[in-house]
């Protein structure tokens, strides 16, 4: 199996979350009027079957864009908590463009606490 692109150490892991707390948390914090979720957990089942699930569906299928996004605003929680969504991409034009009208995937588990940040 080939390494993937992109792969980063346990350490750079805890600088880029270090370098969220110092630079966006006190303002997403202020944006959700609480502590805010920083992390989405999901199971390598539903990933699996996700990509699975979007290669079945789209045929150009070349990969997984990342998102964040505030969840649904209820009376509880007027201003939400942020979530992290996925949607498949293509190639267009050179580019990797969102597939349009595809579907995606969030709902992940929050963190625990919803704040704390890696590892968690």
């Given at each position: 199996?080939?390494?993937p692109t992109?792969i980063?150490?346990?350490?750079?892991?805890v600088?880029?979350?270090?370098?969220?707390t110092?630079?966006?948390?006190?303002a997403?914090?202020?944006?959700?009027?609480?502590?805010d979720?920083?992390?989405s957990?999901?199971?390598?089942d539903?990933?699996?079957?996700?990509?699975?699930?979007?290669?079945?569906?789209?045929?150009?299928?070349?990969?997984?864009r990342?998102?964040?996004g505030?969840?649904?605003i209820?009376?509880?929680?007027?201003n939400?908590?942020?979530?992290?969504?996925?949607?498949p991409t293509?190639?267009k034009?050179?580019?990797?463009q969102?597939?349009?009208?595809?579907?995606g995937?969030?709902?992940?588990?929050?963190?625990?606490?919803?704040?704390?940040g890696?590892?968690?």
């Amino acid at each position: 199996m080939t390494k993937p692109t992109g792969i980063i150490t346990a350490k750079e892991a805890v600088e880029l979350s270090d370098a969220w707390t110092k630079l966006r948390q006190d303002a997403n914090n202020t944006a959700a009027g609480q502590e805010d979720n920083r992390s989405s957990w999901f199971s390598i089942d539903d990933m699996e079957a996700f990509i699975k699930m979007i290669k079945e569906e789209n045929p150009f299928v070349n990969g997984v864009r990342c998102y964040l996004g505030v969840n649904q605003i209820s009376k509880i929680n007027p201003n939400g908590l942020t979530t992290v969504l996925m949607v498949p991409t293509e190639s267009k034009g050179g580019k990797n463009q969102d597939i349009i009208d595809a579907n995606g995937m969030d709902r992940g588990d929050a963190g625990m606490p919803p704040g704390q940040g890696y590892p968690n």
